[in-house]
Structures are given as structure tokens and as C-alpha cells.
């Protein structure tokens, strides 16, 4: 399905849930749309709000230091949605790995879980997992994995320089990363079957549903029972998963203008 919600003006009035998920916002990469992602924090509030992985890419940080002010932002933003009562979790990725050695601990009112569990307002349990020990190239090759993520830093800034040509002669944005990506996934199985083994993972542990990141695809969809979901990204698809107080749950993107298209939606 696809829906277009209107907000008004932040300064006038937020949006309110329940609960907001989101992932692989990559924060110390030029790809990152951390203007993007300041603008919805700052329009929208919630009673849950959890860092579902690779918030900020250490992997990219230790070869080069990329750090602009509206990144900034983005950290001092969640941190003052902590201070002023939001329950905040912090799920670690394989790119912010060197925060899962920190387990259990609270920093800046943030609670670091290697993986959380999320009850909706009508009882569903959610596993919440980064997701990457789904994915066999990054656990079993993990130099692989460091080669794949240069070559997409390139990719997503020939995609820049590629969508300001378009934008110039009146065409639409179009990524070349995802497309790209896409072809690869497809043509050497990067991921191997990765929905599958969330899914099958959840069930074994007796949740209704499961919560990824990782792969930078939005996606709500039954699987043997089991519902899976992925909150995308803020690099491409600029996506957050939010609850509303009934429990529906709902994948939305963002736009600049404050609106945000439904992706997907269903009671949880």
C-alpha cells in the first residue's frame, strides 16, 4: 500500500506514537542523510524509540574522518530525547560493534542491548536484532564485508554527483546504489536468505515477530507465522518503522517536506 501522511509545521504541532524504530542511519559517511533524519526526530515523539544498528559507521570512521555539524545534531538530538523521558535502546550493528562489548550498560540515559524485546500495545513480542549474524558474508567473511562497504561509499558518492546532473535537466532522484545493490544480492546471493533465517530465528524462540536492520530494505511480511520487519534505512531510503497506540505498526518514508508515504502497515 501506499499512503501519504501530512504533518504540519513542527513548530506547531508533532507527530505521536508509540514506539519509532530505525537503523543504519551510517552517521560519519558522506552517503548519510542526517539532515533527513533531524527533521522527522524533531517532528515526531514517542514513548520507545530504538537504535536498531549501524548508527554511526565506525568502519568508515577508522579509515577517514568524516564527521559534519548536521551529524552532530543527529547524536545530540537522540541524546535529548533520552534526558526528556523517551526510553531509548541502542541495538548495536556490525559497523557500531565496538559498542556490543558495553552490553547491558546505560549511557547518556541509553540503554545498549545486543539484541531488545519490544511488547506492542496488544501484547505481540518482538525480537529487536541488528540482524547481520543473518547475513553469511559478514559473519564468515568479514574482509569481504569491509571491501563491499568501500566500494558502496563510492557508489553512494557517484550516486550524488549522478542525482545533481539529474536534478539539473528536470529528472527525478533515482539510486544507483540500490540498483546496484540489488544486481549483486541478486546475482551472488550477498545475502543468503536472509528474511528466512530471521524469521525461523524468532520462531524457534517463540516471538510473533522480528525486527532487522542490516540490509537497508524496508520490508513487513508473514513468513511460516512469523512476521518479519525491517525498518530500511537513512542512506537510501530515508525509513523508520513506528507503532501507533493500538499497536499497528506501520513502515513510513520520510520526506523533506514533512510528509511521510506508508510503505507498509498492518496490526501487529
Known amino acids: 500500500m501506499t499512503q501519504m501522511l501530512h504533518t504540519e509545521n513542527h513548530e506547531e504541532r508533532k507527530q505521536h506514537f508509540r514506539s519509532i524504530f530505525i537503523s543504519d542511519v551510517h552517521l560519519g559517511t558522506p552517503g548519510c542523510q542526517a539532515t533527513l533524519l533531524l527533521d522527522f526526530l524533531k517532528r515526531s515523539e514517542s514513548e520507545n524509540l530504538f537504535l536498531v544498528g549501524d548508527i554511526v559507521d565506525g568502519w568508515r570512521l577508522k579509515r577517514r574522518w568524516y564527521w559534519p555539524q548536521a551529524h552532530n545534531?543527529?547524536?545530540q538530538k537522540l541524546l535529548r530525547?533520552?534526558?526528556k523521558g523517551t526510553k531509548v535502546t541502542?541495538?548495536?550493528g556490525n559497523h557500531d560493534e565496538f559498542a556490543r562489548d558495553y552490553d547491558g550498560l546505560v549511557f547518556g540515559d541509553i540503554q545498549i542491548s545486543n539484541s531488545s524485546e519490544h511488547i506492542t500495545a496488544n501484547g505481540k513480542r518482538i525480537l529487536i536484532i541488528h540482524g547481520d549474524q543473518f547475513d553469511g558474508v559478514v559473519r564468515y567473511h568479514a574482509w569481504l564485508a569491509h571491501l563491499g562497504s568501500w566500494a558502496y561509499d563510492m557508489t553512494v558518492v557517484l550516486n550524488g554527483w549522478l542525482n545533481y546532473v539529474r536534478r539539473r535537466i528536470g529528472l527525478p532522484y533515482w539510486s544507483?546504489?540500490?540498483a546496484i545493490k540489488k544486481q549483486v544480492k541478486e546475482a551472488v546471493k550477498f545475502i543468503t536468505n536472509f528474511e528466512d533465517a530471521a524469521a525461523r530465528y524468532a520462531a524457534e524462540n517463540n516471538y510473533h515477530a522480528v525486527l532487522c536492520g542490516h540490509i537497508h530494505h524496508p520490508s513487513m511480511r508473514d513468513i511460516g507465522?512469523?512476521?518479519y520487519l525491517n525498518d530500511g534505512d537513512w542512506v537510501e531510503t530515508?525509513?523508520?518503522l513506528v507503532e501507533e497506540f493500538d499497536g499497528t505498526l506501520r513502515i513510513i518514508k520520510w520526506k523533506a517536506d514533512g510528509a511521510a508515504q506508508v510503505l507498509h502497515e498492518r496490526l501487529a
Open 73 to 75: 545534531d543527529v547524536l
Open 81 to 83: 530525547k533520552a534526558r
Open 90 to 92: 541502542f541495538v548495536p
Open 176 to 178: 544507483l546504489a540500490g
Open 225 to 227: 507465522g512469523v512476521l
Open 238 to 240: 530515508g525509513s523508520a
